[in-house]
Protein backbone atom coordinates (compact mmCIF):
# COMPACT_ATOMS: atom_id res chain seq x y z
CA UNK A 1 0.00 0.00 0.00
CA UNK A 2 1.17 3.63 -0.80
CA UNK A 3 1.38 6.36 1.76
CA UNK A 4 1.20 10.03 1.36
CA UNK A 5 4.29 11.77 2.77
CA UNK A 6 5.07 15.30 2.75
CA UNK A 7 7.77 17.83 1.36
CA UNK A 8 8.68 20.73 3.37
CA UNK A 9 10.79 21.72 0.64
CA UNK A 10 8.06 21.89 -1.70
CA UNK A 11 7.82 25.48 -3.07
CA UNK A 12 4.59 26.93 -3.52
CA UNK A 13 2.73 30.43 -3.10
CA UNK A 14 0.13 32.10 -0.98
CA UNK A 15 -2.38 33.57 -2.92
CA UNK A 16 -1.52 37.23 -4.43
CA UNK A 17 -4.10 39.22 -2.48
CA UNK A 18 -5.09 38.62 1.63
CA UNK A 19 -9.01 38.25 0.24
CA UNK A 20 -7.68 34.98 -1.11
CA UNK A 21 -6.51 33.41 2.07
CA UNK A 22 -10.24 32.33 3.50
CA UNK A 23 -12.96 30.97 1.71
CA UNK A 24 -16.23 32.49 0.70
CA UNK A 25 -18.45 30.74 3.70
CA UNK A 26 -16.02 30.38 6.15
CA UNK A 27 -17.16 31.39 9.99
CA UNK A 28 -14.53 34.58 10.01
CA UNK A 29 -16.52 36.22 7.25
CA UNK A 30 -19.63 36.04 9.68
CA UNK A 31 -17.65 37.73 12.89
CA UNK A 32 -16.40 40.40 9.96
CA UNK A 33 -20.21 41.08 8.52
CA UNK A 34 -21.38 40.78 12.24
CA UNK A 35 -19.26 43.89 13.85
CA UNK A 36 -19.65 45.73 11.12
CA UNK A 37 -23.54 45.60 11.18
CA UNK A 38 -22.89 46.52 14.96
CA UNK A 39 -20.54 48.52 14.89
CA UNK A 40 -22.22 51.67 14.42
CA UNK A 41 -24.36 51.41 17.51
CA UNK A 42 -21.59 51.16 19.89
CA UNK A 43 -21.44 54.82 20.04
CA UNK A 44 -17.48 54.88 19.54
CA UNK A 45 -16.40 58.67 17.98
CA UNK A 46 -14.57 57.98 15.36
CA UNK A 47 -12.29 61.15 14.11
CA UNK A 48 -9.30 60.36 11.26
CA UNK A 49 -8.41 63.45 11.57
CA UNK A 50 -7.06 63.85 15.52
CA UNK A 51 -3.90 64.99 16.15
CA UNK A 52 -1.22 62.20 17.20
CA UNK A 53 0.31 58.87 16.43
CA UNK A 54 -2.36 56.67 14.70
CA UNK A 55 -4.12 54.27 16.56
CA UNK A 56 -5.92 50.47 15.50
CA UNK A 57 -9.39 50.99 14.23
CA UNK A 58 -11.69 50.34 17.21
CA UNK A 59 -13.37 48.29 14.68
CA UNK A 60 -10.55 46.30 13.91
CA UNK A 61 -9.75 45.37 17.29
CA UNK A 62 -13.23 44.54 18.28
CA UNK A 63 -13.24 41.67 15.52
CA UNK A 64 -9.79 40.89 17.35
CA UNK A 65 -11.16 40.54 20.32
CA UNK A 66 -14.96 39.05 19.32
CA UNK A 67 -13.49 36.48 17.18
CA UNK A 68 -10.62 35.10 19.22
CA UNK A 69 -13.13 34.46 21.95
CA UNK A 70 -14.87 32.58 20.04
CA UNK A 71 -12.63 30.09 19.69
CA UNK A 72 -11.23 30.04 23.52
CA UNK A 73 -8.04 32.56 22.56
CA UNK A 74 -8.55 35.28 25.79
CA UNK A 75 -4.91 36.10 25.99
CA UNK A 76 -3.56 39.07 25.01
CA UNK A 77 -0.02 37.70 24.54
CA UNK A 78 -2.08 34.75 22.58
CA UNK A 79 -4.23 37.18 20.33
CA UNK A 80 -1.29 38.29 19.24
CA UNK A 81 0.10 35.46 18.12
CA UNK A 82 -3.05 34.53 16.10
CA UNK A 83 -2.49 37.57 14.06
CA UNK A 84 1.20 36.53 13.01
CA UNK A 85 0.44 32.56 12.27
CA UNK A 86 -2.89 32.11 11.83
CA UNK A 87 -4.59 32.68 8.39
CA UNK A 88 -8.36 33.94 9.61
CA UNK A 89 -6.85 36.11 11.98
CA UNK A 90 -4.85 37.69 9.02
CA UNK A 91 -7.65 38.34 7.08
CA UNK A 92 -9.88 39.51 9.38
CA UNK A 93 -7.22 42.06 10.45
CA UNK A 94 -6.21 42.84 6.69
CA UNK A 95 -2.76 42.68 8.00
CA UNK A 96 -2.75 44.62 10.93
CA UNK A 97 -0.20 43.65 14.05
CA UNK A 98 -1.62 45.15 16.83
CA UNK A 99 1.51 43.73 19.66
CA UNK A 100 -0.08 42.21 23.21
CA UNK A 101 0.47 45.47 25.09
CA UNK A 102 -2.18 47.29 22.61
CA UNK A 103 -4.46 44.63 22.20
CA UNK A 104 -4.89 44.64 26.62
CA UNK A 105 -4.91 48.38 26.50
CA UNK A 106 -7.97 48.25 24.21
CA UNK A 107 -9.85 46.14 26.76
CA UNK A 108 -9.29 47.84 29.70
CA UNK A 109 -10.12 51.42 28.18
CA UNK A 110 -13.10 49.97 26.40
CA UNK A 111 -15.16 48.06 28.98
CA UNK A 112 -18.48 50.25 28.30
CA UNK A 113 -18.60 49.38 24.64
CA UNK A 114 -17.31 45.91 25.18
CA UNK A 115 -20.34 45.55 27.51
CA UNK A 116 -22.89 47.07 25.01
CA UNK A 117 -21.85 44.58 22.30
CA UNK A 118 -24.64 41.43 24.02
CA UNK A 119 -26.88 44.44 24.25
CA UNK A 120 -26.83 45.04 20.49
CA UNK A 121 -25.84 41.65 19.53
CA UNK A 122 -29.99 40.44 21.30
CA UNK A 123 -31.42 43.58 19.49
CA UNK A 124 -29.71 41.76 16.34
CA UNK A 125 -31.43 39.16 16.87
CA UNK A 126 -34.76 40.19 17.05
CA UNK A 127 -34.66 42.18 13.77
CA UNK A 128 -33.95 38.64 12.74
CA UNK A 129 -37.00 36.74 14.00
CA UNK A 130 -34.44 34.51 15.86
CA UNK A 131 -35.24 35.67 19.54
CA UNK A 132 -39.33 35.50 20.04
CA UNK A 133 -39.40 36.90 24.00
CA UNK A 134 -42.18 34.85 24.98
CA UNK A 135 -40.25 32.45 26.90
CA UNK A 136 -36.95 33.22 29.16
CA UNK A 137 -34.72 30.97 31.19
CA UNK A 138 -32.48 32.54 33.59
CA UNK A 139 -30.01 30.40 35.23
CA UNK A 140 -26.46 31.37 37.23
CA UNK A 141 -23.43 29.97 37.28
CA UNK A 142 -19.66 30.84 39.12
CA UNK A 143 -17.01 31.84 36.99
CA UNK A 144 -13.63 32.25 38.85
CA UNK A 145 -12.47 35.68 39.28
CA UNK A 146 -8.66 36.99 38.40
CA UNK A 147 -8.00 36.79 42.44
CA UNK A 148 -6.76 34.08 44.66
CA UNK A 149 -8.80 33.26 47.59
CA UNK A 150 -6.21 33.92 50.50
CA UNK A 151 -6.25 37.50 49.20
CA UNK A 152 -9.72 37.33 51.16
CA UNK A 153 -9.60 39.54 54.70
CA UNK A 154 -11.76 41.40 57.50
CA UNK A 155 -11.17 44.80 58.21
CA UNK A 156 -9.46 44.43 61.59
CA UNK A 157 -6.68 42.28 59.12
CA UNK A 158 -6.52 45.08 56.91
CA UNK A 159 -6.36 47.72 59.52
CA UNK A 160 -3.56 46.04 61.26
CA UNK A 161 -1.44 45.65 57.60
CA UNK A 162 -2.19 49.12 56.80
CA UNK A 163 -0.48 50.56 60.33
CA UNK A 164 2.38 47.84 59.29
CA UNK A 165 2.54 49.85 55.83
CA UNK A 166 2.27 53.07 57.03
CA UNK A 167 5.54 52.41 59.77
CA UNK A 168 7.04 50.91 56.90
CA UNK A 169 6.94 53.43 54.34
CA UNK A 170 8.04 55.92 57.11
CA UNK A 171 11.03 54.13 57.33
CA UNK A 172 11.77 54.08 53.36
CA UNK A 173 11.38 57.96 53.27
CA UNK A 174 13.45 58.07 56.25
CA UNK A 175 16.23 55.82 54.41
CA UNK A 176 16.08 57.79 51.14
CA UNK A 177 16.66 60.78 52.60
CA UNK A 178 19.29 59.91 54.69
CA UNK A 179 21.02 58.65 51.31
CA UNK A 180 20.24 62.06 49.72
CA UNK A 181 22.15 63.88 52.09
CA UNK A 182 25.55 60.97 51.33
CA UNK A 183 28.23 62.29 49.18
CA UNK A 184 27.66 61.81 45.19
CA UNK A 185 28.87 58.20 44.06
CA UNK A 186 28.92 56.52 47.64
CA UNK A 187 25.48 54.70 47.06
CA UNK A 188 22.54 54.83 45.25
CA UNK A 189 18.49 54.93 46.76
CA UNK A 190 17.43 53.49 43.70
CA UNK A 191 16.49 50.10 45.12
CA UNK A 192 15.04 51.87 48.31
CA UNK A 193 12.70 53.63 46.13
CA UNK A 194 11.42 50.88 44.18
CA UNK A 195 10.64 49.56 47.99
CA UNK A 196 8.90 52.18 48.66
CA UNK A 197 6.78 52.33 45.46
CA UNK A 198 6.02 49.15 46.19
CA UNK A 199 4.78 49.60 49.62
CA UNK A 200 2.59 52.54 48.67
CA UNK A 201 0.89 50.32 45.83
CA UNK A 202 0.44 47.72 48.23
CA UNK A 203 -0.93 50.63 50.88
CA UNK A 204 -3.40 51.64 47.73
CA UNK A 205 -4.54 48.29 47.80
CA UNK A 206 -5.52 47.94 51.21
CA UNK A 207 -7.09 51.09 51.54
CA UNK A 208 -9.69 50.15 48.29
CA UNK A 209 -10.48 46.81 50.29
CA UNK A 210 -11.35 48.75 53.24
CA UNK A 211 -12.97 51.49 50.57
CA UNK A 212 -15.22 48.08 49.92
CA UNK A 213 -15.70 46.81 53.20
CA UNK A 214 -17.40 50.56 54.33
CA UNK A 215 -19.61 50.51 51.25
CA UNK A 216 -21.14 47.54 51.13
CA UNK A 217 -20.76 46.11 54.56
CA UNK A 218 -19.41 43.07 53.10
CA UNK A 219 -17.20 41.12 56.52
CA UNK A 220 -14.29 40.12 54.18
CA UNK A 221 -12.88 41.61 50.38
CA UNK A 222 -10.46 40.76 48.67
CA UNK A 223 -7.30 42.85 48.20
CA UNK A 224 -7.10 42.05 44.39
CA UNK A 225 -10.59 42.73 43.23
CA UNK A 226 -12.30 43.93 45.76
CA UNK A 227 -15.96 44.02 44.37
CA UNK A 228 -15.34 39.45 43.86
CA UNK A 229 -16.73 37.54 46.55
CA UNK A 230 -15.62 34.05 48.22
CA UNK A 231 -18.27 31.29 46.94
CA UNK A 232 -18.82 27.65 46.77
CA UNK A 233 -19.31 25.79 43.67
CA UNK A 234 -18.75 21.77 42.83
CA UNK A 235 -14.61 22.62 42.11
CA UNK A 236 -14.53 24.17 46.10
CA UNK A 237 -14.43 27.54 47.26
CA UNK A 238 -13.04 30.39 45.03
CA UNK A 239 -13.12 33.96 44.88
CA UNK A 240 -15.89 34.14 42.21
CA UNK A 241 -18.40 36.07 40.24
CA UNK A 242 -22.02 34.92 39.97
CA UNK A 243 -22.57 35.40 36.09
CA UNK A 244 -26.20 35.48 35.54
CA UNK A 245 -27.85 34.76 31.79
CA UNK A 246 -31.52 34.90 30.61
CA UNK A 247 -32.32 32.61 27.73
CA UNK A 248 -34.83 32.69 24.82
CA UNK A 249 -37.06 30.00 24.24
CA UNK A 250 -37.11 30.28 20.32
CA UNK A 251 -33.41 29.30 19.15
CA UNK A 252 -31.82 28.76 22.68
CA UNK A 253 -29.79 32.71 22.04
CA UNK A 254 -28.48 34.98 25.50
CA UNK A 255 -30.55 37.85 25.35
CA UNK A 256 -29.26 39.04 28.93
CA UNK A 257 -25.86 38.51 30.92
CA UNK A 258 -24.30 40.09 33.72
CA UNK A 259 -22.30 39.18 36.17
CA UNK A 260 -22.79 39.33 39.90
CA UNK A 261 -21.42 39.62 43.85
CA UNK A 262 -24.06 37.55 45.28
CA UNK A 263 -23.25 34.22 46.19
CA UNK A 264 -26.31 33.12 45.52
CA UNK A 265 -29.60 33.68 42.87
CA UNK A 266 -31.64 34.67 45.49
CA UNK A 267 -32.28 38.09 45.16
CA UNK A 268 -31.78 38.07 41.38
CA UNK A 269 -34.73 36.60 39.45
CA UNK A 270 -36.39 40.17 39.38
CA UNK A 271 -33.52 41.87 38.29
CA UNK A 272 -32.23 39.61 35.38
CA UNK A 273 -35.60 39.68 34.04
CA UNK A 274 -36.40 42.97 34.06
CA UNK A 275 -33.17 44.26 32.20
CA UNK A 276 -34.38 41.48 29.37
CA UNK A 277 -37.62 42.78 29.12
CA UNK A 278 -35.86 46.13 28.46
CA UNK A 279 -34.01 44.52 26.00
CA UNK A 280 -36.84 43.37 24.32
CA UNK A 281 -38.98 46.36 24.60
CA UNK A 282 -42.34 44.50 25.30
CA UNK A 283 -42.51 42.15 28.57
CA UNK A 284 -42.27 38.49 28.16
CA UNK A 285 -44.89 35.96 28.92
CA UNK A 286 -43.13 33.71 31.08
CA UNK A 287 -40.09 32.98 32.91
CA UNK A 288 -38.66 29.54 34.31
CA UNK A 289 -35.87 29.23 36.59
CA UNK A 290 -34.93 26.61 39.07
CA UNK A 291 -35.56 26.63 42.96
CA UNK A 292 -31.96 28.60 43.63
CA UNK A 293 -34.38 31.48 42.74
CA UNK A 294 -37.59 30.78 45.20
CA UNK A 295 -37.85 33.56 46.81
CA UNK A 296 -41.22 34.57 47.03
CA UNK A 297 -40.71 38.88 47.03
CA UNK A 298 -39.00 37.94 44.18
CA UNK A 299 -41.15 36.43 42.36
CA UNK A 300 -44.05 38.57 43.21
CA UNK A 301 -42.24 41.34 41.67
CA UNK A 302 -42.48 39.82 38.32
CA UNK A 303 -45.77 37.77 39.06
CA UNK A 304 -47.32 41.50 39.55
CA UNK A 305 -46.15 42.33 35.92
CA UNK A 306 -48.53 39.67 34.66
CA UNK A 307 -46.05 37.53 33.97
CA UNK A 308 -46.42 33.65 34.35
CA UNK A 309 -43.40 32.38 36.60
CA UNK A 310 -42.91 29.09 36.26
CA UNK A 311 -39.96 28.46 39.51
CA UNK A 312 -40.26 25.68 41.92
CA UNK A 313 -40.51 25.72 45.99
CA UNK A 314 -37.67 24.38 47.58
CA UNK A 315 -40.07 21.94 48.80
CA UNK A 316 -41.36 20.83 44.98
CA UNK A 317 -37.85 20.72 43.94
CA UNK A 318 -36.54 18.26 46.69
CA UNK A 319 -39.57 16.33 45.46
CA UNK A 320 -40.98 15.82 49.22
CA UNK A 321 -44.29 14.38 49.70
CA UNK A 322 -46.40 16.69 52.19
CA UNK A 323 -46.90 15.34 55.47
CA UNK A 324 -50.31 14.47 57.21
CA UNK A 325 -49.59 17.26 59.98
CA UNK A 326 -47.90 19.64 57.44
CA UNK A 327 -48.89 23.36 57.12
CA UNK A 328 -51.25 22.77 54.10
CA UNK A 329 -53.48 20.49 55.82
CA UNK A 330 -53.98 23.74 58.56
CA UNK A 331 -57.07 26.44 57.64
CA UNK A 332 -56.35 29.83 57.99
CA UNK A 333 -58.79 31.71 59.24
CA UNK A 334 -58.22 35.05 57.47
CA UNK A 335 -61.53 36.84 59.34
CA UNK A 336 -60.21 36.27 62.65
CA UNK A 337 -56.15 35.59 61.31
CA UNK A 338 -55.46 31.99 62.83
CA UNK A 339 -55.11 28.55 62.28
CA UNK A 340 -57.09 25.63 63.02
CA UNK A 341 -55.03 22.63 62.91
CA UNK A 342 -56.34 19.30 61.44
CA UNK A 343 -57.66 18.30 64.59
CA UNK A 344 -59.62 21.71 64.53
CA UNK A 345 -58.03 23.33 67.24
CA UNK A 346 -56.80 26.80 67.09
CA UNK A 347 -53.36 28.66 66.68
CA UNK A 348 -53.68 32.27 67.54
CA UNK A 349 -51.36 35.38 66.24
CA UNK A 350 -48.01 35.59 68.66
CA UNK A 351 -45.32 37.61 66.92
CA UNK A 352 -44.05 39.32 64.31
CA UNK A 353 -41.06 40.05 62.51
CA UNK A 354 -40.47 43.22 61.29
CA UNK A 355 -37.62 42.69 59.22
CA UNK A 356 -39.37 40.19 56.42
CA UNK A 357 -43.13 40.60 57.48
CA UNK A 358 -43.64 36.79 58.84
CA UNK A 359 -46.23 35.98 61.38
CA UNK A 360 -45.91 33.65 63.77
CA UNK A 361 -49.28 31.31 65.50
CA UNK A 362 -49.12 28.85 68.12
CA UNK A 363 -51.91 26.45 69.79
CA UNK A 364 -53.52 28.47 72.49
CA UNK A 365 -52.80 26.30 75.50
CA UNK A 366 -49.60 23.84 74.89
CA UNK A 367 -51.78 21.25 76.79
CA UNK A 368 -53.78 21.26 74.17
CA UNK A 369 -51.15 19.40 71.76
CA UNK A 370 -50.01 17.46 74.89
CA UNK A 371 -53.42 15.61 74.98
CA UNK A 372 -53.74 15.20 71.62
CA UNK A 373 -53.61 11.52 70.06
CA UNK A 374 -51.20 12.99 67.30
CA UNK A 375 -48.34 14.66 69.46
CA UNK A 376 -44.91 13.20 68.60
CA UNK A 377 -46.46 13.23 64.79
CA UNK A 378 -47.74 16.76 64.43
CA UNK A 379 -45.07 18.36 66.84
CA UNK A 380 -42.66 16.98 69.76
CA UNK A 381 -42.19 20.39 71.76
CA UNK A 382 -43.87 20.83 74.84
CA UNK A 383 -45.09 24.50 73.99
CA UNK A 384 -46.96 23.24 71.20
CA UNK A 385 -47.62 23.33 67.65
CA UNK A 386 -46.04 26.37 65.81
CA UNK A 387 -46.86 27.96 62.12
CA UNK A 388 -45.23 30.55 60.26
CA UNK A 389 -46.77 32.75 57.69
CA UNK A 390 -45.37 34.63 55.06
CA UNK A 391 -46.99 38.01 54.11
CA UNK A 392 -47.41 37.11 50.82
CA UNK A 393 -48.47 33.38 51.73
CA UNK A 394 -50.86 33.64 49.29
CA UNK A 395 -48.61 34.66 46.76
CA UNK A 396 -46.28 31.41 47.58
CA UNK A 397 -49.05 28.98 47.58
CA UNK A 398 -50.56 29.75 43.94
CA UNK A 399 -47.35 30.26 42.44
CA UNK A 400 -46.56 26.71 43.91
CA UNK A 401 -50.10 25.50 42.16
CA UNK A 402 -49.10 27.66 38.60
CA UNK A 403 -45.67 25.47 38.96
CA UNK A 404 -47.52 22.14 38.99
CA UNK A 405 -49.51 22.65 36.23
CA UNK A 406 -49.01 20.32 32.97
CA UNK A 407 -48.19 23.54 30.39
CA UNK A 408 -45.87 24.91 33.18
CA UNK A 409 -43.99 21.47 33.06
CA UNK A 410 -43.52 21.28 29.60
CA UNK A 411 -41.82 24.61 30.21
CA UNK A 412 -39.66 23.73 32.97
CA UNK A 413 -38.90 19.91 31.42
CA UNK A 414 -36.81 22.83 28.39
CA UNK A 415 -35.23 24.52 31.19
CA UNK A 416 -31.93 22.29 31.32
CA UNK A 417 -31.25 22.75 27.45
CA UNK A 418 -31.67 26.27 27.46
CA UNK A 419 -30.56 28.06 30.70
CA UNK A 420 -27.59 25.69 30.92
CA UNK A 421 -26.42 24.96 27.65
CA UNK A 422 -24.43 28.60 27.31
CA UNK A 423 -22.21 27.79 30.47
CA UNK A 424 -21.72 24.30 29.18
CA UNK A 425 -20.31 25.93 26.13
CA UNK A 426 -18.44 28.59 27.89
CA UNK A 427 -16.73 26.08 30.65
CA UNK A 428 -16.38 23.37 28.33
CA UNK A 429 -15.80 24.02 24.33
CA UNK A 430 -13.78 27.55 25.13
CA UNK A 431 -12.25 26.95 28.16
CA UNK A 432 -13.31 29.30 30.88
CA UNK A 433 -12.32 28.81 34.15
CA UNK A 434 -12.04 32.17 35.35
CA UNK A 435 -11.99 36.03 33.90
CA UNK A 436 -8.90 38.05 32.81
CA UNK A 437 -9.85 41.18 34.19
CA UNK A 438 -10.58 42.57 37.16
CA UNK A 439 -13.79 44.34 38.78
CA UNK A 440 -17.51 44.33 38.02
CA UNK A 441 -17.02 46.88 34.92
CA UNK A 442 -14.23 44.36 33.61
CA UNK A 443 -15.89 40.92 34.30
CA UNK A 444 -19.14 42.58 32.79
CA UNK A 445 -17.65 43.40 29.65
CA UNK A 446 -15.71 39.93 29.05
CA UNK A 447 -19.16 38.31 30.13
CA UNK A 448 -20.86 40.17 27.26
CA UNK A 449 -18.40 39.25 24.32
CA UNK A 450 -18.43 35.69 26.11
CA UNK A 451 -22.31 35.44 25.31
CA UNK A 452 -21.96 37.30 22.12
CA UNK A 453 -19.83 34.45 20.88
CA UNK A 454 -22.41 31.95 21.60
CA UNK A 455 -24.30 33.86 20.18
CA UNK A 456 -22.98 34.10 16.54
CA UNK A 457 -21.99 30.13 16.81
CA UNK A 458 -25.48 29.46 17.22
CA UNK A 459 -26.64 31.77 14.67
CA UNK A 460 -24.56 30.22 12.35
CA UNK A 461 -25.40 26.58 12.98
CA UNK A 462 -29.14 27.86 12.53
CA UNK A 463 -28.92 29.75 9.50
CA UNK A 464 -25.77 29.17 7.92
CA UNK A 465 -22.60 31.00 7.26
CA UNK A 466 -23.25 31.51 3.58
CA UNK A 467 -26.85 32.65 4.30
CA UNK A 468 -26.45 35.03 7.01
CA UNK A 469 -23.54 37.01 5.40
CA UNK A 470 -25.64 38.90 3.04
CA UNK A 471 -28.42 39.11 5.81
CA UNK A 472 -25.85 41.05 7.82
CA UNK A 473 -24.52 43.21 4.88
CA UNK A 474 -28.01 44.76 4.73
CA UNK A 475 -28.97 45.72 8.18
Not at 306 to 312: A, C, M, Y
Not at 334 to 341: L, R
Request: a positive charge; charged letters at 30%.
Amino acid sequence: MAYRTGNRNQMCLLPQSIEEYVAPDAPVRVYDAFIDALFPELGIEINPHKVGNSNYHPKAMLKLLVYGYSYGVRSSRKLEQEIHNNLTFIWLMGGLNPDFKTIAEFRRTHKEMLTDVLKNCARLCIKLNLIAGNVLFVDGSKIRANAGRDATHNKSWYEEQLKTIDARIEQLLDECEAQDKQEEGLGSFVKTAKDLGSAEKRKQKIENALKEIDATGKNKVNATDPECAIMRSIQGSHASYNAQMVVDDKHRLIVHAEPVSDPNDRNQFARQIDQANKILATPCEAVCADAGYADTDELEKIDGQGIKVIVPSQRQAQREEEGLFSKSHFTYDQEHDCYYCPGGNRLTFRSLYRKNGKRTYKIERSSICRSCSNFGQCTRSKEGRKVVRLKNEEVKQRLEAQYAEPASQEIYKKRKTAAEHPFGHLKRNLKVTSFLLRGLAGVRAELSILATCFNLTRIINILGAAQLMPILKTI
